[in-house]
């Protein structure tokens, strides 16, 4: 089968293509980059959504029950759960599958787990280019599920269209987001758990210090600096579903028109973080072309001899690469 078929295979609702193309993506071989060339054209119509939020708030539950949710309007709903097993929960892949299993002999949903870890070109590329192909094939609404304890949901939330940060009302969450700056990449914070006692007050809490940080933002347009975003804060329960359509249905005002990619701060991000990891990719992949074996290893042993330093090691090899024809 030719790459072209896989690529039209999955564009045409062919799951087990799909499947073997996120594959080829991920793995960036030459069969992935063909099959994105011809699907790139198609993608820039889902609504990325990325989820995030402590370990154990709740979401996984809340994507399975917001697909549920949009599973009911017909809608065809994507799922890319990064590093799905966060320590404190642990075994969460399992779990993971257990909260989609209501969704597993659905064809209209597809679930892709990917590890955080070992991407050339970075996490945030590969998200990218995956969604891209979900979007190619139809997927109108995608969810990429992060767990909030590092950096990698920082990264993804840049490239998400909206950013919803999961809370639960104990564990005094409220305040590790601040800590661990969640808040400033929410668009949404969801109070979930809602059928606990607590959720109520810890979603006042959370829009009174959302209201003192409002005159704050006052006062950083008047001295001309951008608006810091402010989220909007929800209560729910995945669990029993309360809240969930209203949260579904905030999403789907926040979902990018046709006409806005142009600008739109996400799309650019996008395009960066694409293009760079490629970039990367691409130098990388021409520095250990053999025809430059021995001015790599002789500058490799320079750095290491601190005979020159690697910020002109690293000029050097990039006027090698484009002072020569091999590559
Ligand atoms: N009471 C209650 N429990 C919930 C709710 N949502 C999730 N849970 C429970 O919270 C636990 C963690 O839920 P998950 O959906 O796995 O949380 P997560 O944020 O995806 O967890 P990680 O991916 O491991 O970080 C599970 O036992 C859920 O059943 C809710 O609305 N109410
Ligand atoms: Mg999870």
Known sequence: MTDE?????????????????????????????????????LAGRAHLVGVTGAPGSGKSTMVAALTGEARKQGRPVAVIAIDPSSPITGGAILGDRIRMQIHATDDDV???????RGHSGGLAASTVAAAAVMDA????LIFIETVGTGQSEVEVAAIADTTVV??????????????AGLLEVADIVVVNKADR??????????????????????????????????????????????????????????????????ADDASLK??????????????????????????RAETLKAVAAHEID??????????????????
Do not use: C, W
């Open 5 to 41: 078929t896989l690529a039209e295979r999955a564009r045409d609702g062919d799951r087990r293509a799909l499947a073997r193309l996120l594959t080829e993506v991920e793995n960036r071989t030459a069969a992935g980059e063909a099959a994105l060339k011809t699907l790139y054209p």
């Open 270 to 295: 996008r395009a960066e973080a694409q293009i760079s990891g490629i970039l990367a990719q691409r130098i990388n992949a021409r520095l250990h072309d053999p025809a430059r074996a021995a001015a």
């Open 197 to 262: 006692p607590g959720a109520d007050r810890a979603a006042a809490q959370l829009r009174a210090m959302l209201t003192v940080g409002a005159s704050a933002d006052r006062a950083a347009v008047a001295a001309g600096r951008p608006r810091p975003k402010r989220p909007e804060v929800m209560l729910s329960s995945a669990l029993t579903g309360k809240g969930v359509p209203e949260l579904l249905a905030a999403l789907d005002r926040r979902a990018p028109s046709p006409g806005s990619r142009l």
């Open 310 to 327: 690697p910020f002109t090691a690293a000029d050097r090899l990039l006027a090698l690469l484009g002072n020569d024809s091999a590559g």
């Open 166 to 179: 999961v809370q639960s009302p104990e564990m005094g969450d409220e305040v590790q987001a601040i800590k």
């Open 110 to 116: 597809f679930i892709r787990s990917m590890a955080s």
């Open 137 to 140: 094939s139809g997927f109108g």
